[in-house]
């Protein structure tokens, strides 16, 4: 409602608002976007534009691809793989994400890494040492530590489900 009343304000009307996305059926000015942009900061919320949206999608997509569905093993220097599929400097990506998703990259990215860790404690038959390599851990501690803190379990908790898991089947 709040988007909604900001837009008529500025005389732009016959929009459809859904999902936190503004679709109008003419094109805004850049006059009209600014004063929308500092009205909606005020809201505590952010215009983003298209193109950042769409990389915002494309860091993501990169990194669930490369941890959770390439057989190779997570790239060492995940910053500069980043960088150099998405063409832009990885300290700009950061800050564009973190400005939009409210977290970083390397937050985003040991998220997916725990909960790809979790889903191969589970479902295949690779120990921690074999899932710390593969997800790129420089030591089973590290990933177990990083599991605890995110999910609260230690890893044989997940290691006993899938066990409990192949036994029922």
Not at 87 to 105: D, R
Request: glycine fraction near 6%.
């Amino acid at each position: 409602m709040a988007v909604k009343s900001e837009l008529e304000k500025l005389g732009i009307f016959e929009n459809l608002i859904s999902s936190g996305e503004i679709i109008t059926k003419e094109g805004i000015s850049s006059n009209h976007r600014e004063k929308l942009k500092d009205a909606l900061k005020i809201l505590g919320l952010e215009l983003v534009d298209e193109r950042e949206g769409l990389l915002i999608e494309r860091i993501k997509d990169v990194v669930v691809e490369m941890v959770h569905y390439n057989e190779i093993r997570c790239k060492k220097n995940f910053r500069g793989y980043l960088s150099k599929k998405l063409h832009h400097n990885y300290a700009w990506l950061n800050n564009l994400f973190q400005e939009i998703q409210n977290t970083s990259i390397e937050k985003f990215l040991n998220i997916h890494k725990i909960e790809r860790a979790k889903e191969l404690l589970v479902y295949s038959r690779l120990n921690l040492t074999q899932i710390a390599y593969q997800l790129n851990y420089k030591s089973v501690a590290q990933l177990s530590g990083q599991i605890k803190v995110i999910t609260g379990f230690t890893p044989s908790h997940f290691k006993k489900i899938g066990n409990l898991r192949h036994v029922a089947n």
